[in-house]
């Protein structure tokens, strides 16, 4: 007689939870907005195995007995209990997803895959009870977070008779959807001046929503604006914040004109970082960066170069790295090159999602390292904390306006000013201060 031998169930369970100033800054500080836990599914999966049986026959006319073996298919039923839905671009590694001391798992340093929402199909390779197996995962990948908040447009004033169009007005993004849709409640009557409350929703694919109020100014006559900031001066600045490990510097472009490198040299400056280019129309280099390059070199300060990116595909990014090093041609830098992207706030124009940024600068950073140069991320405090992803391979200059930055992420450059003030340099400039015992490679 057959028997069938049913291996007892291997019950695995896992949790997972969806994840998600002080001083002036540079422009559009938004908060940040907390994702939503997502909910717990389970899901069965059946492995097949085999079981051996032994069937003992007689003959009357045999002395002896004949023992015959069979082998045949014992189906065994698996039940894997997971969590089913898996925040979108969240890393969750195999092993953490599936544990059980009575699987080895041979796979378990894979990532599930995230980077879609919907249902996803993995392989699974296990050992259970000494047979190996191989089965499909099914899980869901949800997008729980809402729209950030780039620019709320909470200055908005709009001109007696013109158009009001409040897409132009504010800035959004989403950490999936591309082109997140927003709406707003309220009037805004551009015929008649007044103030006009309304309350804005940022809604994206999945249904999740951000919304804000804000008044809209319509005037005869738009505001002037009068610049009544204070002014540091380099050796104010030097007595502030110079001292062991740390060495004081300036960034410059264009708009500070021609600059008496000497004069800045003389007045303590160590190092100055220089924008080499943009990408506003194309890729254009600054009209200055030749003449900054040698005046810097020849005052023996150290240098470095930063590009102003407005870039929105890989495509475009990577040609701006390469542009870089060709124009470099070769120039030793004391730092790596900077990428400089700030189109905040009016990001949605873009049409870019929040991972989609991050993955450029990755790019760039890979385009420029095939060159021979390394990469650095600018970025202000608000953006980040709320936007870039936390950088583990590459260095950060962080920009806060403000006496004692309250930043806790890891930075090698603080831009401290926009409002500087040194010798060999007619206007404002930017105040840096690099610290040394940060690695920049």
Same mark, same amino acid.
Request: aromatic share 10%; hydrophobic share 35%; net charge negative.
């Given at each position: 007689?057959? @028997? %069938?031998?049913?291996?007892?169930?291997?019950?695995?369970?896992?949790?997972?939870?969806?994840?998600?100033?002080?001083?002036?800054?540079?422009?559009?500080?938004?908060?940040?907005?907390?994702?939503?836990?997502?909910? #717990?599914?389970?899901?069965? $999966?059946?492995?097949?195995?085999?079981?051996?049986?032994?069937?003992?026959?007689?003959?009357?006319?045999?002395?002896?007995?004949?023992?015959?073996?069979?082998?045949?298919?014992?189906?065994?039923?698996?039940?894997? @209990?997971?969590?089913?839905?898996?925040?979108?671009?969240?890393?969750?590694?195999?092993?953490?997803?599936?544990?059980?001391?009575?699987?080895?798992?041979?796979?378990?340093?894979? =990532?599930?895959? !995230?980077?879609?929402?919907?249902?996803?199909?993995?392989?699974? *390779?296990?050992?259970?009870?000494?047979?190996?197996? !191989?089965?499909?995962?099914?899980? %869901? $990948?949800?997008?729980?977070?809402?729209?950030?908040?780039?620019?709320?447009?909470?200055?908005?004033?709009?001109?007696?008779?013109?158009? &009001?169009?409040?897409?132009?007005?504010?800035? &959004?993004?989403?950490?999936?959807?591309?082109?997140?849709?927003?709406?707003?409640?309220?009037?805004?009557?551009?015929?008649?001046?007044?103030?006009?409350?309304?309350?804005?929703? $940022?809604?994206?694919?999945?249904?999740?929503?951000?919304?804000?109020?804000?008044?809209?100014?319509?005037?005869?006559?738009?505001?002037?604006?009068?610049? !009544?900031?204070?002014?540091?001066?380099?050796?104010?600045?030097?007595?502030?914040?110079?001292?062991?490990?740390? =060495?004081?510097?300036?960034? $410059?472009?264009?708009? %500070?004109?021609?600059?008496?490198?000497?004069?800045? =040299?003389?007045?303590?400056?160590?190092?100055?970082?220089?924008?080499?280019? /943009?990408?506003?129309?194309?890729?254009?280099?600054?009209?200055?960066? =030749?003449?900054?390059?040698?005046?810097?070199?020849?005052?023996?300060?150290? #240098?470095?170069?930063? +590009?102003?990116?407005?870039?929105?595909?890989?495509?475009?990014?990577?040609?701006?790295?390469?542009?870089?090093?060709?124009?470099?041609?070769?120039?030793?830098?004391?730092?790596?090159? #900077?990428?400089?992207?700030?189109? &905040?706030?009016?990001?949605?124009?873009?049409?870019?999602?929040? /991972?989609?940024?991050?993955?450029? &600068?990755?790019? +760039?950073?890979?385009?420029?390292? @095939?060159?021979?140069?390394?990469?650095?991320?600018?970025?202000?405090?608000?953006?980040?904390?709320?936007?870039?992803?936390?950088?583990?391979?590459?260095?950060?200059?962080?920009? /806060?306006?403000?006496?004692?930055?309250?930043?806790?992420?890891?930075?090698?450059?603080?831009?401290?000013?926009? *409002?500087?003030?040194?010798?060999?340099?007619?206007?404002?400039?930017?105040?840096?201060?690099?610290?040394?015992?940060? /690695?920049?490679?």
């Amino acid at each position: 007689m057959k @028997k %069938q031998l049913w291996l007892p169930a291997a019950v695995l369970v896992m949790l997972l939870a969806g994840c998600g100033a002080q001083g002036a800054e540079p422009a559009d500080a938004a908060p940040v907005t907390e994702a939503t836990t997502a909910a #717990v599914s389970t899901q069965a $999966v059946t492995a097949c195995t085999t079981q051996t049986t032994t069937e003992t026959t007689a003959t009357a006319t045999e002395t002896s007995a004949t023992q015959t073996t069979t082998t045949e298919p014992v189906r065994q039923k698996i039940t894997l @209990k997971t969590a089913g839905a898996v925040e979108v671009y969240d890393t969750v590694l195999l092993r953490d997803y599936i544990t059980e001391p009575e699987i080895r798992l041979e796979n378990k340093n894979s =990532r599930l895959d !995230t980077s879609k929402t919907g249902t996803v199909e993995q392989s699974v *390779r296990f050992t259970y009870q000494g047979q190996s197996y !191989t089965q499909n995962i099914r899980y %869901q $990948v949800v997008d729980t977070t809402p729209p950030l908040l780039l620019n709320g447009g909470y200055n908005t004033v709009i001109e007696t008779g013109k158009p &009001f169009d409040l897409n132009k007005c504010v800035g &959004f993004g989403d950490n999936y959807d591309k082109s997140p849709r927003l709406t707003y409640t309220g009037q805004v009557d551009t015929a008649v001046p007044g103030k006009y409350p309304i309350t804005a929703t $940022v809604t994206d694919a999945a249904g999740n929503k951000t919304s804000w109020d804000l008044t809209v100014t319509v005037a005869d006559k738009l505001p002037t604006y009068t610049d !009544t900031a204070s002014r540091l001066s380099f050796s104010d600045f030097a007595e502030a914040y110079g001292g062991k490990n740390k =060495r004081l510097g300036i960034d $410059v472009s264009k708009w %500070q004109g021609k600059i008496n490198f000497e004069a800045v =040299r003389d007045a303590g400056c160590q190092f100055v970082i220089m924008r080499i280019g /943009h990408g506003r129309n194309g890729m254009e280099m600054d009209e200055y960066y =030749r003449s900054n390059m040698a005046g810097a070199k020849s005052a023996g300060l150290d #240098v470095g170069v930063y +590009f102003y990116s407005t870039a929105n595909t890989e495509k475009a990014v990577r040609q701006e790295a390469r542009w870089i090093a060709e124009n470099l041609k070769g120039e030793k830098l004391d730092f790596p090159v #900077v990428f400089d992207w700030e189109s &905040f706030s009016n990001f949605q124009k873009y049409g870019m999602s929040i /991972h989609d940024l991050n993955m450029l &600068f990755e790019a +760039f950073a890979d385009e420029l390292q @095939k060159q021979g140069y390394s990469a650095m991320l600018y970025g202000s405090k608000n953006y980040l904390q709320n936007f870039w992803y936390p950088q583990k391979k590459y260095p950060v200059w962080l920009a /806060h306006y403000t006496d004692q930055t309250d930043y806790l992420g890891d930075y090698a450059i603080w831009q401290m000013s926009c *409002r500087g003030r040194i010798p060999g340099i007619a206007g404002d400039v930017d105040l840096d201060i690099q610290y040394m015992d940060v /690695h920049l490679e």
